[in-house]
């Protein structure tokens, strides 16, 4: 029996298009949750934090509730329907903004580290939204319907960082207050976008599961794919995580910070306009090499000096190259399932991915805080050897399908 014979029934072309608007405008406003945090995560935690060596430990938290959430929210995606799982990630994104608010006022580093968790609980379930698009289209439009979704993200690069600079000061006794406020206003505005969404709901061979995920994650396919998300998205996660408290402890401005994360998000995002179709040009293994390649130069570039220019160049080439190694890494994710298996193992995929990065953020503040910028930078390099080494193997091993297809 062919994996066509299992694909779940898609919506007219007018609805897929709706779909696709919907979760790129969804993905605008909730991505801004991810930057706002990145952008005080490390700030706050050195304000409140009762150790200066705790100061990134909120990101960390915030990568932490990413994984931990992930496998229960792809299990309410699994017997319920994706929307489900997104409406009820918006919660955490309204908790998120709230609980961090209440955090700042009374001056707690635990509260706003419980904000984080739930913040991290929101952008996994955020990052579901590419599969959700990949989901609503023909196999063939697949890459192109995931990068449009990822490139909504190029209005959050714009509206998390502004959110901080035009808010952080409009409550002087609490400063960044008004930023957790507005950030669950934009939060729960995306839930209201997210209502309109319309998504196949599981059928009957999706709740049977499918292969089990032991033999699935043994494809060399997925473990490829598992292996270039992880270190794309740890080294994105690794470095952005430190270069704000850089910045600062380099003498550089809060302004500056924020534009430099600005430009990273917008890097991260603005490329997907087009990823899509690269992959299908030249194929996923090489669009995750040239971002893997990416990511080793801006970690070369901020070794080369610590001005605004290096650290905006840095963030900016590392912001690529995660969008080229991620999404790459999420269109091979898509040739190792049937479509039955789909939730279960794009949620394994993610749990994998996120558990990885959550490694990377705790060890991120520490290395910042005892050995400086440059030894984070190096540090680097390690992961990505593997990275580039699971390719190289790829390339010689070449399995002939990703998938193995059952007899007719």
Same mark, same amino acid.
């Given at each position: ?266 890097? *991260?995002?603005?490329? &997907? @306009?087009?990823? !899509?179709? /690269?992959?299908?040009?030249? =194929?996923?293994?090489? %669009?995750?090499? +040239? ?65 990885? *990065?959550?490694?990377? &953020? @705790?060890?991120? !503040?520490? /290395?910042?805080?005892?050995? =400086?910028?440059?030894? %984070?930078?190096? +540090? ?29």
């Amino acid at each position: 029996m062919s994996l066509e014979q299992h694909a779940p029934e898609i919506g007219s072309r007018r609805e897929q298009r709706g779909n696709i608007l919907r979760l790129s405008l969804a993905q605008a406003l909730a991505g801004a949750n991810s930057t706002v945090i990145y952008a005080t995560g490390a700030i706050i935690g050195a304000m409140l934090a009762p150790d200066k060596a705790l100061a990134t430990l909120p990101i960390s938290i915030f990568v932490v509730g990413m994984a931990a959430c992930i496998l229960p929210t792809g299990k309410i995606a699994h017997h319920y329907g994706r929307r489900a799982a997104f409406l009820a990630g918006t919660v955490g994104g309204v908790l998120a903004g709230l609980l961090a608010a209440l955090a700042v006022i009374l001056g707690s580093f635990w509260i706003f580290c419980l904000a984080t968790f739930f913040g991290g609980a929101y952008a996994a379930v955020v990052l579901s939204f590419r599969f959700a698009a990949a989901d609503c289209v023909e196999p063939e439009w697949r890459p192109r319907a995931l990068s449009i979704v990822m490139a909504g993200g190029v209005a959050a690069g714009v509206i998390g960082p502004q959110l901080v600079t035009f808010t952080m000061d409009l409550w002087p006794p609490h400063m960044f207050a008004a930023t957790f406020i507005a950030q669950a206003v934009v939060a729960a505005l995306s839930a209201i976008v997210l209502t309109g969404v319309r998504l196949p709901m599981p059928t009957t061979a999706e709740l049977a599961g499918g292969r089990p995920l032991a033999v699935i994650a043994r494809q060399p396919r997925f473990i490829l794919a598992a292996t270039c998300g992880a270190v794309s998205y740890m080294l994105m996660n690794f470095l952005m995580t430190a270069a704000p408290l850089a910045m600062r402890m380099c003498g550089h401005s809060q302004a500056n910070s924020n534009l430099g994360l600005q430009w990273h998000v917008i890097a *991260m995002y603005a490329p &997907s @306009f087009f990823t !899509g179709r /690269l992959i299908t040009r030249f =194929g996923a293994e090489r %669009v995750v090499a +040239v971002g893997l390649a990416l990511i080793g130069l801006s970690a070369a570039v901020g070794l080369a000096g610590i001005d605004v220019a290096h650290f905006w160049a840095t963030l900016i080439l590392l912001g690529v190259g995660w969008n080229f190694g991620f999404i790459g890494a999420s269109a091979l994710v898509l040739e190792c399932h049937r479509p039955e298996e789909k939730t279960r193992v794009q949620a394994l995929n993610d749990f994998l991915v996120f558990g990885t *990065m959550a490694v990377g &953020s @705790f060890s991120s !503040g520490g /290395l910042l805080a005892s050995h =400086g910028w440059s030894s %984070v930078l190096w +540090v680097s390099f390690a992961p990505l050897a593997l990275a580039v080494a699971a390719l190289a193997l790829s390339a010689v091993v070449r399995p002939s399908l990703s998938i193995e297809r059952e007899s007719a």
